[in-house]
T-cell receptor
Framework: SQTIHQWPATLVQPVGSPLSLECTVE??????LYWYRQAAGRGLQLLFY??????ISSEVPQNLSASRPQDRQFILSSKKLLLSDSGFYLC????????????FGSGTRLTVV | AQSVTQLDSQVPVFEEAPVELRCNYS??????LFWYVQYPNQGLQLLLK??????LVKGINGFEAEFNKSQTSFHLRKPSVHISDTAEYFC????????????FGKGTTLSVSS
């Protein structure tokens, strides 16, 4: 069966420090992968999605970047964190085919101090 | 571009009362519709989905939703809620075409009290 792993679960980082959040999927190949951010009162905002290795689409211009170095690995990064980067980050995957359901990871709570 | 509006940010109800969480969407093409639930500090869990066919869809935990194309709505209902239903609920839509991503509403916090 397919599973999605996201880590770390919680992270406290100072302003100006770098960030790397990792997401991996098991049990499937060539998934579509997504990063969402959830901030209080703002719902889930799509940040990046990827349909294949090295293919990244950015939905919101900001301080973050994403990379997909391997088929089932999706990384969210920042060179210098801002206070506004605080939030709950969720990774998700979707298989190809008629069923467009997403499966979400358990999320990373990022607090920038 | 498609968008999703959840009309109520917070819905307080008493245990065993019925509840309806409202969701409206806008899109110029056909869409798939979803409801997700999120418990505190957890990821999202799929409650139910509408892809095609019957406009009344049943999901987990006794929830159901009705797709109304003319009103572009997909309201979530439960006839009798439990304390354990307290959570945040998200309506989401994706276009029926390749290369698009799931777009979420801002969420509705359901608070069930005794």
């Amino acid at each position: 069966s397919q599973t999605i792993h996201q880590w770390p679960a919680t992270l406290v980082q100072p302003v100006g420090s770098p960030l790397s959040l990792e997401c991996t999927v098991e049990g499937t190949s060539n998934p579509n992968l997504y990063w969402y951010r959830q901030a209080a009162g703002r719902g889930l905002q799509l940040l990046f999605y990827s349909v294949g290795i090295g293919q990244i689409s950015s939905e919101v211009p900001q301080n973050l970047s994403a990379s997909r170095p391997q088929d089932r690995q999706f990384i969210l990064s920042s060179k210098k964190l801002l206070l506004s980067d605080s939030g709950f980050y969720l990774c998700a995957w979707r298989g190809t085919g008629a069923w467009y359901g997403y499966t979400f990871g358990s999320g990373t709570r990022l607090t920038v101090v | 571009a498609q968008s999703v509006t959840q009309l109520d940010s917070q819905v307080p109800v008493f245990e065993e009362a019925p509840v309806e969480l409202r969701c409206n969407y806008s899109s110029s093409v056909s869409v798939y519709l979803f409801w997700y639930v999120q418990y505190p500090n957890q990821g999202l869990q799929l409650l139910l989905k509408y892809l095609s066919g019957s406009t009344l869809v049943k999901g987990i935990n006794g929830f159901e939703a009705e797709f109304n194309k003319s009103q572009t709505s997909f309201h979530l209902r439960k006839p009798s809620v439990h304390i354990s239903d307290t959570a945040e609920y998200f309506c989401a839509v994706i276009l029926n075409q390749a290369g698009t991503a799931l777009i979420f509403g801002k969420g509705t916090t359901l608070s069930v009290s005794s």
